[in-house]
């Protein structure tokens, strides 16, 4: 079936970076876009932005460029996020979720990863 | 970017009871790419509804969605005890794509 799972939880110090997994299964990796989404504590959802996995060209929502980095390793399906200069604020839940549709960014997520918490706190 | 609005914040009603929730757009919502997600505590969302009003893989037809424009509607038709859990509305008409603050709909 497909399926999205993430690596582990992190914790953190500030100013350290992560690098946050998420490997695909059951369909072909490079035919959907692959999206980021970032939870913090007790709030809602925050689009970061997405990764053409064809081309491995990213798009960062504002407020993820500079310190947030997404990439790929197709050769194991598979899609990264790394975040550097770590702050508290960015301890949150960050889910890899894939477009319902081939070949378009423009479509609803799913399926969606289990979800990384990644904690920040010296 | 487009603001999405949902409401109510919160939604009690009692197992068997229909649910409406809204979701309200800045701007109009290209091609009415529109998705509702369902989230349950520690769970990641899940996608019910896209494209405003197709069902997701798998989505009981207890769950509808509707709509177009800058205006647009999930209902549950009889709600089942599981269905009770933060409700979502996202558009992904205009980047950047965003996301409603949610609808919490509760038992009664």
């Known amino acids: 079936q497909v399926q999205l799972v993430q690596s582990g939880s992190e914790l953190k110090k500030p100013g350290a970076s992560v690098k946050v997994s998420c490997k695909a299964s059951?369909?072909?990796?490079?035919?959907?876009?692959m999206n980021w989404v970032r939870q913090a504590p007790g709030q809602g959802l925050e689009w970061m932005g997405w990764?053409?996995?064809?081309?491995?060209?990213?798009t960062y929502a504002q407020g993820f460029t500079g310190r947030f980095v997404f990439s790929l390793d197709t050769s194991v399906s598979t899609a990264y996020l790394q975040i550097s200069s770590l702050k508290a604020e960015d301890t949150a839940v960050y889910y890899c979720?894939?477009?319902?549709?081939?070949?378009?960014?423009?479509?609803?997520?799913?399926?969606w990863g289990q979800g990384t918490l990644v904690t920040v706190s010296s | 970017e487009i603001v999405l609005t949902q409401s109510p914040a919160t939604l009690s009603l009692s197992p068997g009871e229909r649910a409406t929730l809204s979701c309200g757009a800045s701007?109009?919502?290209?091609?009415?790419?529109l998705a509702w997600y369902q989230q349950k505590p520690g769970l990641a969302p899940r996608l019910l509804i896209y494209?405003?009003?197709s069902r997701a893989t798998g989505i009981p037809d207890r769950f509808s969605g509707s709509g177009s424009g800058t205006d647009f509607t999930l209902t549950i038709s009889r709600l089942e005890p599981e269905d009770f859990a933060v409700y979502y509305c996202?558009?992904?008409?205009?980047?950047?794509?965003?996301f409603g603050q949610g609808t919490k709909v509760e038992i009664k």
């Open positions: 979720a894939r477009t319902v549709r081939q070949w378009v960014a423009a479509a609803g997520f799913d399926p």
């Open positions: 059951g369909y072909t990796f490079t035919s959907y876009a």
């Open positions: 990764i053409n996995t064809n081309t491995g060209n990213p």
């Open positions: 701007q109009s919502v290209s091609s009415s790419y």
């Open positions: 494209d405003a009003s």
């Open positions: 996202q558009q992904y008409g205009s980047s950047p794509w965003t």
